[in-house]
């Protein structure tokens, strides 16, 4: 009768040997991404603390600190709060899985803001004052990060014509060339994913929150554990995402990614906590004049080429 | 997959279901006993839902098949009742002093006379009916949750008089008219004489004014004549479309419309569609539907779900091949996308659940209008995906709002805080049909996915790709914090959920297991009917890749699972107060504050009324679309002149 492209086009590495493939590097990921996070936490702690001029923790003290959790006694505000955590770290570790097995990267999207909504879901269970804040600011911050995310994506495509992550990484275009604005939109929202200051408003890895600990505020033990999990998943998500725009060169791809993160930890030691709607205005106005002007100039060359 | 001619509508399945309604409609209108409107209702509705499904089965595969009617009498006789209609709207205008709905009126039976007896004789087509798979689905749609809808309705109105007495009992008139809406409906569905869908419309229109000014308030009068007169503005295109066709000899017959294109159709479709945007309550016209829900709740769901707003998409995607590619689409779907825009932040700031539900109605209408403006096969597919999965979520939240206004006592937001321990039941009905509304892998969200992948292969797509990021964030925002609010655990409270009927909960239920059944069966859908359509159109299909599929149906299957977990979470922990600051508070959340006195922990949701309040916005939307609609008339004038 009739055939559609996906029924018989095989891209990236999603058939035969490819699909196995991509279940291993969804598996390398589940495995390997709370080491590789929780060792970036350690390195995290160590550059903020020189920054400082503190010496700083062991390097594996987030592990220690997680390890520790685990053994607390499990208090509870209420029951159903754990049931939201464990969907929040299902989810995160599922679109990370997805992103690392080459899969749809909208769908990848979609699938990291359902975890989120889970965390904020959790939040609001507690029925308790902090975290009841720290939910509504997260939410915030999700409707202020989730438009430039899709907006990158919906970039690459055009310039890659594909929107698996497999395909992208594999494109010999230097990407950052023709989504400078649209990477520079995600690095200015990336404070906010990794929970940095001045954009740490719904809960924050320093001590000095205004909110307790904001979306955390009522979870201990074990539950607050896997929060942490969840965030070094989420982390190594983040920075695989930032490795896209450089893809065409795994080198300079690596080099970037640390570049940002030190970056990242420089603004996070340098600016004091903003209010919710500067971060909410600014992140907005960053997409639309960088995301809109980027995407502009994309479909004015798209059509040249055509 | 041939087209075919088929004698014998009179018997036929698409006959029983414009007809079957109305006759349950008269029958209504007789019968004043409780119960047994109860049973004729509910016998009603399961025939006309079990026919629906029937038609599904019998026309699956059969393509398109016409029905050959004589115009007469069918043609005279709802020419008859079209003037009926008039002189009623007429009667009303004067009693209620609404000089606008007249002078609307008057202009439209003239305009109609005029196409009667001056310039459509001897035009009269054969094919008048017609059966293809988007009629299907709307018929199942009208079929299934529309009697559904009326099913819940037999016992919400039974509460509703009793919780209003100082209301006129006048159900025997609401449930002809909520049958009338569904007759006409299928007639909509299944008319391919643009005349007569022209009289279905307007039985529509006609029949939602009714159901809004239902309680005969003064507020409800005032509301259910912006509604009247809004759709009858609308309507006044439509007439004008009749005559254009009948003055260039365009020939009424919606399949050789569509086929023939050109300006001879560009300009029909145009005004068809500004009829389509009334109807479907865009900027600048989507404060008739806000009004609209001073009616009761079942009648919201049925304007928001199955009909009504529907009509006005269901034209608007029909003529979508002939808008692609000109300047009068782009003008449609940039309406629709900055209503879909400004409606979704609106939704933010308000706390009434009825209008939070109404506006997320007119943006998710706002999306399948952008797309049917772009009208490539691509953003068809995802309007027809709209279209079905927002019926499905919008009906069940809904009701289930009804439900709840009648236990608790308020459609406010912040008074369903903990509504998961006051009914638990409800609250994880509402809590399924916003994931629906919003969250992957629900239908609503596998079609924005669609409309992003559409826009983006569309010339000057970019704009919508990016109106729709910005709005699907706005979406996230006031679909979770509403979801906050029921999932909330405030101090133990008393179960308020026994006194739900058992009708009520049989059509909660049902319309649940919907919202995760139509996400199941989607690839199916859109393989047997959806795809075998665009392809008879376009040539052309679009479909998800079959991973996605599989992995999207992962994704709902751990969501079914992971709430096992409670189970295990009950056990083992110590449950201590929340975290006050250090405050000592008692188990009822109350702490002694300020200079000695008792004060209780309240929350409350962020409503952001400074950036996102209704006035504030619509003063935006209302204005742009109206220059929208302006280029779009210019567009198509000028279009008309050069030709």
């Known amino acids: 009768m009739y055939n559609t492209p996906s029924d018989h086009v095989c891209r990236g590495r999603r058939c035969g040997v490819g699909a196995l493939m991509s279940i291993i590097y969804a598996l390398l990921f589940l495995l390997l991404a709370p080491v590789a996070g929780g060792l970036i936490a350690g390195i995290d702690r160590r550059i903020t603390a020189r920054m400082q001029g503190r010496v700083g923790p062991p390097i594996l003290q987030p592990f220690y600190d997680v390890g520790k959790l685990f053994e607390k006694e499990k208090v509870v505000v209420t029951n159903s709060q754990n049931f939201y955590v464990l969907c929040y770290l299902v989810f995160i570790a599922l679109s990370g899985a997805m992103f690392f097995g080459g899969g749809d990267l909208l769908l990848v999207i979609f699938a990291f803001t359902l975890a989120h909504v889970f965390l904020v879901l959790g939040a609001y269970a507690s029925n308790s004052p902090y975290s009841h804040v720290g939910a509504e600011r997260e939410l915030i911050q999700l409707m202020a990060c989730e438009p430039i995310i899709i907006l990158a994506a919906v970039g690459m495509y055009m310039v890659t014509k594909s929107f698996y992550v497999a395909d992208i990484a594999a494109t010999k275009i230097p990407l950052i060339v023709f989504i400078p604005g649209l990477f520079a939109g995600f690095v200015y929202i990336l404070t906010m994913k990794l929970r940095k200051s001045p954009f740490d408003l719904s809960t924050s890895h320093h001590a000095h929150q205004e909110l307790v600990k904001g979306v955390t505020t009522e979870f201990s033990g074990s539950t607050l554990g896997s929060i942490e999990i969840a965030h070094w998943y989420e982390a190594i998500f983040l920075l695989g995402f930032v490795y896209l725009f450089f893809s065409w060169s795994p080198v300079i791809a690596v080099i970037a990614i640390i570049i940002i993160y030190v970056f990242e930890i420089l603004i996070d030691n340098t600016f004091a906590r903003v209010k919710w709607p500067l971060a909410l205005k600014s992140s907005w106005l960053v997409t639309a004049v960088l995301g809109i002007l980027n995407l502009a100039v994309l479909y004015i060359i798209g059509g040249f080429l055509k | ?643």
């Open chain 2, 1 to 643: 997959m041939s087209n075919g001619i088929l004698e014998g509508f009179w018997l036929d399945l698409v006959f029983f279901l414009i007809l079957f309604p109305f006759i349950a409609a008269i029958v209504l209108l007789l019968i004043k006993a409780d119960n047994v409107r109860s049973a004729v209702v509910g016998v009603s509705a399961l025939l006309i839902a079990a026919v629906s499904v029937w038609l599904l089965v019998a026309y699956a595969t059969s393509g398109t098949v016409f029905f050959p009617v004589s115009p007469e009498p069918l043609g005279e006789l709802m020419f008859l009742i079209g003037m009926g209609i008039a002189v009623f709207i007429l009667y009303m205008g004067f009693r209620y002093k609404n000089y606008i709905a007249i002078a609307l009126t008057l202009i439209q039976s003239a305009m109609l006379v005029y196409f009667e007896f001056g310039i459509s004789h001897g035009a009269a087509p054969e094919n008048n009916f017609f059966v293809d798979q988007f009629s299907i689905i709307m018929a199942l749609i009208i079929g299934i949750i529309g009697s559904l809808i009326c099913v819940y309705a037999v016992s919400y109105m039974k509460d509703f008089h009793h919780h209003h007495p100082e209301l006129k009992d006048r159900r025997r008139t609401f449930f002809f008219i909520m049958f009338v809406f569904l007759a006409a409906m299928f007639g909509l569905v299944f008319a391919n004489n643009l005349g007569w869908l022209f009289f279905f419309w307007e039985v529509t229109t006609l029949s939602s004014f009714l159901l809004i000014g239902y309680t005969g308030t003064d507020e409800a009068i005032k509301n259910s004549f912006l509604a009247l007169n809004m759709n009858l503005l609308g309507g006044l295109a439509f007439a004008g479309a009749l005559i254009w066709l009948a003055l260039t000899g365009g020939g009424m017959e919606l399949d050789k419309l569509i086929a023939t294109g050109g300006i001879i159709a560009l300009v029909p479709a145009v005004l068809i569609s500004f009829a389509g945007i009334t109807k479907a309550a865009q900027f600048p016209f989507s404060s008739w539907l806000v009004g609209a829900m001073i009616a009761p709740t079942p009648v919201s769901a049925l304007l928001h779900s199955s009909t009504m707003v529907k009509a006005g998409v269901y034209v608007m995607v029909r003529f979508a091949p002939v808008l692609q590619g000109t300047t009068p689409g782009y003008m449609i779907a940039l309406v629709g996308g900055f209503t879909f825009l400004l409606a979704s932040a609106i939704a933010i700031s308000q706390s009434n659940a009825k209008k939070v539900l109404a506006y997320s109605t007119i943006a998710n209408l706002g999306l399948i209008v952008a797309c049917a403006g772009i009208g490539t096969y691509e953003a068809i597919w995802a309007a027809i995906l709209l279209i079905i999965f927002h019926a499905v979520s919008k009906s069940l939240l809904f009701l289930c709002v009804g439900t709840v206004e009648h236990q608790v006592g308020s459609r406010d937001i912040e008074d369903m805080n903990g509504l998961i321990t006051r009914m638990p039941k409800v609250a994880v009905m509402m809590l399924i049909g916003m994931a629906g509304m919003f969250l992957a892998p629900f239908g609503m969200l596998i079609s924005k996915w669609a409309a992003i992948r559409a826009f983006i292969d569309a010339p000057f797509g970019v704009i919508f790709v990016i109106i729709l990021a910005f709005g699907s964030a706005l979406t996230v925002f006031f679909w979770a914090k509403w979801m906050g609010r029921l999932i909330s655990v405030p101090p133990p409270v008393e179960n308020a959920e026994r006194r739900v009927s058992r009708t009520e909960w049989l059509v909660l239920s049902f319309l649940a297991g919907l919202v995760v059944l139509a996400t199941v069966l989607f690839p199916l859908i859109s393989s047997y009917l959806v795809e075998p359509w665009l392809f008879a159109i376009y040539g052309q299909v679009t479909r998800l890749a079959q991973e996605n599929v599989a992995i999207m149906l992962i994704m709902l299957f751990l969501l079914m699972v992971l709430p096992v977990s409670m189970l295990h979470y009950r056990k083992n922990q110590r449950q201590l107060k929340p975290y006050m600051g250090g405050m000592t508070t008692t188990s009822r959340m109350h702490f002694t504050g300020a200079i000695g006195i008792d004060r209780e922990v309240t929350l409350g949701n962020y409503y952001l009324e400074n950036y996102f309040g209704e006035h504030k916005l619509s003063k935006i939307g209302v204005p742009l679309c109206i220059i929208l609609l302006a280029i779009m008339f210019a567009g198509v004038a000028v279009a008309g002149l050069v030709h």
